[in-house]
């Protein structure tokens, strides 16, 4: 450990002694930087980014809430940026997962160090992904042109897919205990504090970010991904600088880009069915059902109808639509 960082270390443990804090629905700790909340590791690791992040102005950041579609927008990103690059039997998506392809810059790069070692990323552009919300973000980019491309969707999905990826990890099987997991993660989404919440506070950061700055900051969202891909995947490939070609279109080639990422090819790959992240997540569960609206299986009417007024409050000032 150089002096460097352990002059950033004692900074780090003062400044997080100062936050407000408050407990999850697991009982963690999480403390309130910047508007949203974190639990401390992550915390460190966010402080670290924004303090030693060089950005390129070729940079590409993949940014979502967790369990929004992350997966699938970095799949996308991948094939599109590395079209030229690969055969369809060499294809990096073939056996890596997207999520040891563009690592989290905060739960992966910069937990232990403000300058931890890039060079596995030499080629440009550079693809990386985050979970914090913009205006956090934006501190760690420090006026850099880098692109921006967030995924966001319906906030009950989202939390019956944080529910389920929770309960895969811990491997909880039981049913009276899901149950009572899902409760009380629900009561936490409603005040905000959970991990990366406001889930709110997260979507319109990028809102904003991407009506003062569309051509940086590209803000999807999962539900019109799915109703039409090949539109949203060719605006996709517009924003990231790599628009396909007549072509290219002619010959199918936006169709093979879907068929590669789509959620069941993807799954049924031996490093999705057997592989592990750094971090010691399955690969296995970050591919579930994909579909909209599923939450409804879950959340009683009562749930959705407490959650739903909550988003249109915090919505009504923008044009979002839950
Ligand atoms: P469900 O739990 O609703 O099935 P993230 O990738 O941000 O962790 O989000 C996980 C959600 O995206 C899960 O939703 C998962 O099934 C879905 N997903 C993962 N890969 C996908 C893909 N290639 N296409 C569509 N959805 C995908």
Redesign the pocket.
């Known amino acids: 450990i150089t002096m460097n960082q352990q002059r950033d270390d004692q900074e780090t443990i003062s400044l997080i002694s100062s936050l407000p804090s408050d407990r999850d629905f697991h009982s963690n700790k999480l403390f309130n930087y910047q508007r949203c909340w974190y639990d401390k590791k992550t915390l460190q690791g966010i402080l670290n980014f924004q303090r030693g992040f060089e950005p390129q102005d070729t940079d590409i950041i993949v940014a979502?809430f967790?369990?929004?579609?992350?997966?699938?927008?970095?799949?996308l990103t991948v094939a599109l940026l590395e079209r030229s690059k690969h055969s369809s039997d060499d294809h990096p998506l073939l056996s890596d997962n997207p999520h040891g392809l563009v690592p989290v810059l905060e739960l992966r790069l910069y937990t232990e160090s403000s300058k931890p070692d890039l060079t596995s990323f030499s080629s440009s552009p550079r693809l990386f992904a985050t979970h914090v919300p913009f205006h956090t973000l934006q501190e760690a980019l420090k006026g850099s042109p880098c692109k921006v491309v967030y995924?966001w969707r319906n906030v009950k999905?989202a939390l019956?897919?944080v529910w389920?990826?929770e309960c895969a990890n811990l491997k909880i099987e039981d049913k009276d205990e899901r149950r009572s997991m899902l409760e009380s993660m629900f009561e936490s989404f409603c005040t905000g504090v959970s991990f990366y919440g406001p889930f709110w506070e997260h979507v319109l950061s990028y809102w904003k970010g991407n009506l003062e700055d569309p051509k940086h900051v590209c803000f999807m969202r999962?539900e019109e991904l799915?109703k039409e891909p090949h539109v949203h995947v060719k605006k996709l490939a517009q924003f990231l600088g790599c628009p396909f070609t007549l072509e290219e279109e002619e010959s199918g080639y936006v169709e093979e880009i879907l068929d590669l990422?789509?959620?069941g090819?993807?799954?049924n790959l031996e490093i999705n069915k057997t592989g592990k992240t750094g971090r010691g997540v399955d690969h296995k569960n970050?591919?579930?059902?994909?579909?909209v609206g599923?939450s409804k299986n879950y959340l009683t009417p009562e749930m959705e109808k407490r959650i739903d007024m909550i988003i249109e409050e915090k919505f009504r000032d923008s044009c979002l639509k839950f």
């Open positions: 979502s967790p369990k929004s579609g992350t997966t699938w927008l970095k799949a995924i999905d019956v897919s389920y990826f999962y799915k990422c789509s959620l090819h993807l799954k970050f591919f579930r059902k994909g579909e599923d």
